[in-house]
């Protein structure tokens, strides 16, 4: 496990003992790998460090409401092949295009209209018939998809091939990597869970938050970069719409760091809130006046409290 975990740290991804074991049994077991958790804790980047630590390419499929089995499977350039029937027109079929000839050239120019040269391979078909090694394959925000794309995942992730009516059946040689995420905006078949390893990841604690933040951006002086894990620990205890993740720890402290700032200030946390939150209802929350402060001022006394 603890190799698991130094190949992900030389990527750039601080995974707890947990995490490696789930991605040791995924590379070990070739079973898809389920992870859930609220978003920006860092799902995503889990296959994008994966593919890189296993010199594997990264295919993504970002699934959205009405994905269908074409758009994440294949379609047919028609363009390419409208060109091409008008080149071979003004070919001119052979024998005047008459009798059995023209059967012949016809039959001929659908076969390679629709052979591989005019197929447009989208992720899953790049992950079961890869032009190099077998990928790493992101199923990214699963729970966006419908049900019924839900249930050709799981006929896809049992057999690992796919049938083009027009080629035949395409199976992988070697099985991809899978990775599947969701923030869970809706619940997931059993189905689909009982076929994966299922992990879910969760906010990090201060300490996991902060060796994070200094490897992602390692220009922050060691102290603003406490604090700004201290406020961002602190605002997550708030009743908000969208709590921050480590995404938006990190973006703050790039946008400080770019800003110069040395220290927290309630000016400087106001200016930049937009890193955090992402929604209004959430702003005014936090920018609500009580006894003649804004509330996110009452947060930042809490953390200078603290010890550094």
Known sequence: MEAVRSALRREGYIAD???????????????????????????????????????????????????????????????RQMLHIRLAE??????????????????????????????????????????????VLLIDEVDRSDEEFEAFLLELLGEFQVTIPEIGTLRAEEKPVVI????????????LKRRCLYHWIDYPDFSKELEILRLKVPGVPRELAIRICQFVQRL??????????????????????????????????????????????????????????PYFADLLGEIEAMPG
């Not at 994008?48 to 294949?74: F, H, M, N, T």
């Not at 969208?242 to 973006?251: C, D, M, N, S």
């Open 17 to 79: 003992h947990s995490l490696a074991v789930a991605v040791f049994l995924t590379l070990r077991l070739e079973r898809p790998l389920f992870l859930e958790g609220e978003p920006g804790v860092g799902k995503t980047e889990v296959a994008k460090v994966i593919a890189a630590a296993v010199g594997r390419p990264l295919v993504r499929l970002q699934c959205y409401e009405g994905i269908d089995r074409e758009s994440a499977l294949y379609e047919w350039d028609f363009p």
């Open 236 to 293: 997550r205890r708030e009743p908000l719409y969208k709590r921050p993740g480590v995404a938006e720890t990190i973006h703050w402290a790039e946008a400080l760091s770019a800003l110069g700032a040395r220290s927290l200030d309630p000016d400087l946390v106001e200016e930049t809130l937009g890193c955090l939150v992402k929604y209004r209802d959430d702003v005014e929350v936090l920018t609500a006046v009580r006894e003649d402060r």
């Open 180 to 191: 599947l995420t969701s923030n869970r905006t809706r619940e997931i078949h059993d189905a």
């Open 90 to 135: 003004a070919a001119g079929m052979p024998g005047g295009g008459q009798g059995e000839t023209e059967k012949v050239w016809r039959e001929r120019l659908e076969g390679e209209l629709f052979s591989r040269r005019f197929l447009l391979r989208r992720p899953l078909l790049a992950a079961v018939d890869p032009q190099g090694p077998a990928p």
